[in-house]
């Protein structure tokens, strides 16, 4: 059952991505500026409006001890970043090296959800997996401006 979720939301669209990238090239290179503004823009509103409709869920789950869950599920992605890095550290494309970094914190919060999406019958624990998800995507979204502005003051 995981693996048709996983196989439904994960691997079809990125096998899909893929092939358009090799075979209609000229077709996602026309679309990728639109697409990257309009998943930035989305993004946010996901993530931060999440985070806001949360709020109380996530005030209950530290005064009920999950502070350590919390933790140590953004500390996970956070390093997931930092390895993803690491791959292309050697790689002189700064783009690809956060791309690199990013898709792998991204790509851990991204599983988690759908695995709890698909097996956790208990609202309060597929809460803990969204917030978790959600603070590692804004914990990403920080790590990757800190990272940039590191560079382009080397580069200075």
């Not at 075979?23 to 639109?34: M, Q, V």
């Not at 700064?94 to 695995?115: E, P």
């Amino acid at each position: 059952r995981i693996f048709i979720v996983l196989l439904k939301t994960a691997i079809i669209p990125l096998i899909a991505g893929l092939l358009m990238k090799q075979f209609l090239s000229f077709l996602t290179s026309t679309l990728f500026p639109f697409l990257k503004i309009a998943q930035k823009w989305t993004t946010n509103i996901v993530i931060y409006g999440m985070m806001v409709a949360y709020l109380p869920t996530i005030f209950e789950m530290v005064t009920n001890g999950a502070l350590f869950a919390l933790l140590l599920g953004s500390t996970f992605i956070g390093i997931s970043f930092f390895i993803g890095y690491l791959f292309e550290i050697k790689n002189a494309d700064d783009t690809a090296k956060f791309t690199a970094a990013f898709m792998a914190g991204q790509r851990n919060a991204g599983i988690a959800l759908i695995v709890a999406a698909s097996n956790l019958k208990d609202p309060a624990l597929l809460s803990l997996v969204i917030i978790i998800s959600s603070i590692g995507m804004i914990e990403l979204k920080l790590f990757t401006k800190w990272v940039t502005r590191q560079i382009n003051s080397n580069a200075s």
